[in-house]
């Protein structure tokens, strides 16, 4: 999974069905942002987030990116779940404000966003916000220099979540290469196509 040819803007779906499927795709982002000396932020829900560290510092010294802000793990409950619950607008302006604390030498380094998806499942409400939140959040991601991919678990998904979210990930991480999803709605286009939702 190493050397994903990533582009500033991209917004990634990728899948998995084992840890060791999510590990593969998960560690060598995160490590070769930190080589590369892009500004990191991990979300985790079906790990914790010193498992990652670990796992990332059999490869590189995690201690200064992290001491330095360059890599901050987290959990989905500090962040997606905070306060209790998934509020997509308060998402949005939290990897915003990510985005925004990137230093740009020459434009050399960028943000590198990862989440772990997991902790949508907890709540089927949940998942028809989420939808919304991803497709929303390609209105702001091509403002800052910065990549998300979002990571969901294949054996948690049912079918008809799959589509959606491949309808709102411009591009998708497909046997180890990033590829232009040919089934993504800009988010206008796909708000139209949602069926209203009854309260």
């Known amino acids: 999974m190493l050397g994903l040819q990533l582009n500033v803007g991209d917004h990634i779906c990728g899948f998995y069905r084992r840890p060791a499927e999510r590990d593969e ?15 990191c932020t991990c979300v985790v829900d079906s790990c914790t987030p010193d498992e990652v560290l670990a796992a990332m510092a059999e490869q590189v010294d995690v201690g200064p990116p992290v001491a330095g802000s360059q890599l901050e793990v987290l959990d989905s409950d500090s962040t997606y779940l905070a306060g209790g619950g998934f509020l997509p607008e308060r998402m949005l302006r939290f990897w915003e404000g990510r985005a925004r604390q990137v230093p740009v030498p020459e434009g050399a380094s960028f943000a590198r966003n990862i989440g772990d998806m997991s902790w949508a499942h907890r709540n089927e409400r949940v998942v028809g916000d989420l939808i919304g939140y991803e497709s929303a959040l390609n209105r702001i991601i091509s403002n800052f220099p910065q990549v998300s991919l979002c990571l969901y678990d294949l054996t948690r998904c049912s079918g008809e979540l799959i589509m959606d979210v491949l309808k709102t990930h411009p591009k998708a991480l497909l046997g180890g290469m990033v590829i232009d999803n040919p089934y993504y709605l800009e988010p206008d286009e796909f708000l139209a196509s949602r069926p209203a939702r009854e309260d």
């Open 25 to 39: 795709i998960l560690i060598p982002f995160l490590v070769e942002g930190v080589r590369a000396g892009d500004t």
